[in-house]
């Protein structure tokens, strides 16, 4: 196994479950020390646990992305306990579907808070510890759904993750003279109850996925997460605004 973070400080938002806690892991397992953060502190203590076991380093802090000064205190305890933030995976999402003249105002909003606003929050907080510390490596998680693909029933979160892969690309082009990295990735269905419709098992999905996804099934969390550390480590040194869509072909 290679150690390509070894030395590295990655912080990982919403790494107490799903993508955000595999990638945590991931990292870890390649040398990294993983400062996860979300609202609930027992899914984040949860897998810090699990990277202890596995003899990995990390850390848990609460943090509610939709609060800037939340952020802001995320990104400086980060930096106060480990020393640095090298890498940045902003990847707490929220997804409400329905029909959008259906949808009520508090809905709309919730999505934009998180999947839009939020990832605008770290990037801003992280930026400016970046720009300051000779740079660093930001991935923000986008969706397939979105700049890259619409379905009926997820124009709200269609309309955030569009604008995420925006919003990365636009900071890339800023920042690449400092010495800061930003991409995206734009997963399809994973294996997490995000994937899955109101009411469906784990078998009805993927019966639902074999006409849906030219891949014939969900992707795995460690498909995405491997996507995710080849973004942010020094192989894609190259790389920069682009929106990695891994999601079995759906957009294709
Ligand atoms: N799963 C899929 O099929 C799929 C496909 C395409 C894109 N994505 C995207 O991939 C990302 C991860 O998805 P997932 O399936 O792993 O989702 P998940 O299992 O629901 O996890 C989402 C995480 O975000 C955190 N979070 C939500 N609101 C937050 C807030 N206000 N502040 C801080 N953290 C917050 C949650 O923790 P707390 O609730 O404790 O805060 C949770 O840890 C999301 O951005 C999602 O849109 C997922």
Redesign the pocket.
Known sequence: MTARFTGRVALV?????????ATALAFAREGATVVV????AG??EETVKLIEDEGGRADAVT????GSQDVARLVATTVERHGGLHIAFN?????EAGPLADMDEAAWERQL???LT?VFHCMKHEIAHMRRNGGGVIVN?????GAHMRLPFMGA?AAT?AAVSALTRAAAKEYAGEGIRVNAI??????????MLPGETESDRAERMKDALPAGR??T?AE?ASAVLWLASPEAAFTLGHDLVV?GGAAA
Not at 13 to 20: R, S
Not at 141 to 145: F, H, P, Y
Not at 186 to 194: I, Q, R
């Open positions: 938002t919403g790494g107490g479950a799903g993508l955000g806690r953060a979300g609202r609930g899914a984040l943090a509610d992305v939709t990847n707490a999402g929220v997804l808070a998180v999947n939020g998680t986008a969706s397939n759904v979160y993750k734009s997963p399809g269905p994973l294996d997490t109850p995000m994937s969900v992707g969390l995405a999601d």
